[in-house]
């Protein structure tokens, strides 16, 4: 039985809660691919997608699923909101839940925004990433990528392979992957790799090479460097942590070479932006072993079941 009044964080999901949106997303998933999408059960309903970071993916995949399910969806973003006239985060919540709104999909730069938020508005929050905290349904639509392509979490090997230190996928995946029984091997520059990966849970190893994390790997997912999240904000043409993006590409970026030691039915991830060339060769981005864009349409289902779970009305 589905509990939760706001989705902030994997560490907040038990194996059942995540279970519950993998099987959710399941049927809208099908339905998605059908000639009728939609559905009328939020129809009423009044959802708010907040976005003071930009995206693609997440904002239009939250907007879609929202639509789909009969909602009534606004899009803001920092720049069309009074957050850029001086208005705080909480002030633009709280006239946001004055109209009524049924739930607020934040992103944020700042780590715990929308906790923060949930503590003080009535209505539902989703965490749509927050800093690099956690990006749950990410990591909700890669479980599920996962399990359709090799019919279980369980006991899988997955790499993970990037900027660790600075990426919310990464955090929010190890985390849901622990919990579901799956290995987790990260890797990447000395830099970019956490000083307390144990806090992650006991099924996450830190390896320093590309090539030995993803040897005999099911799973390999890569990250794209963080630049935004770095002090200067990522500005100039080098890599902060390394002296050039053709070094990352040639030590820690993945072509057919590399992928080889992994398992012959390994699949490849990325959560986008891909960099080409740096994180990911084109071939292997393109090639038959990418699910990358099965990760994009999975992104709608899962946000379906979990917009579904958090607002629909349920039996007593």
């Known amino acids: 039985m589905w509990t ?11 194996a059942d809660d995540v279970d519950a949106v993998l099987d959710h997303a399941d049927t809208w998933f ?10 009328a059960l939020l129809k009423g309903r009044t959802i708010i997608n907040l976005f003071f970071e930009s995206s693609t993916r997440t904002r239009t995949s939250f907007e879609a699923a929202g639509k789909r399910l009969g909602a009534d969806v606004v899009n803001v ?21 004055a109209m009524r709104a049924d739930a607020l999909v934040v992103r944020h730069s700042s780590s715990g925004a929308p906790a923060f938020l949930a503590g003080r508005v009535s209505c539902a929050i989703v965490n749509a990433g927050d800093g690099a905290h956690e990006h749950p349904t990410q990591a909700l639509l890669d479980a599920f990528t996962i399990r359709r392509a090799k019919g279980r979490l369980d006991g899988l090997v997955v790499a993970i392979c990037g900027d660790i230190t600075r990426s919310r996928v990464a955090r929010s995946n190890a985390i ?15 830099t970019m790799l956490p000083t307390a990966a144990e806090t992650l849970g006991s099924s996450v190893t830190v390896l320093p090479r590309l090539e030995a994390a993803i040897e005999g790997a099911d799973v390999v997912m890569m990250l794209r460097i963080q630049n935004e999240r770095f002090a200067d904000g990522g500005r100039g043409s080098a890599v902060p942590p390394m002296s050039t993006t053709r070094e990352y590409a040639r030590t820690f970026g ?16 990325h959560p986008g932006p891909i960099n080409r060339g740096v994180e990911l ?14 990760q994009v349409e999975a992104g709608v289902a ?9 607002l629909a009305p349920r039996a007593a």
Request: charged share 30%; hydrophobic share 40%; net charge positive.
């Open 4 to 14: 939760h009044r706001h989705l902030l964080g994997i560490e907040d999901l038990s």
């Open 30 to 39: 099908e339905r998605s691919r059908g000639t009728e999408r939609k559905a």
């Open 77 to 97: 973003s920092s720049s069309g909101s009074s957050v850029s006239k001086g208005e705080t985060l909480l002030d633009t919540a709280k006239n946001l839940e």
């Open 176 to 190: 849901l992957l622990g919990k579901k029984g799956a290995k987790v091997r990260l890797t990447g520059p000395r």
């Open 254 to 269: 993945l072509n057919a070479a590399k992928l080889a030691s992994a398992k012959p039915d390994a699949i490849v991830m």
């Open 281 to 294: 060769d084109p071939y292997v981005a393109d090639g038959e072993r990418s699910v990358i864009l099965d």
């Open 302 to 310: 899962v946000r379906m079941a979990v917009l579904e779970l958090l």
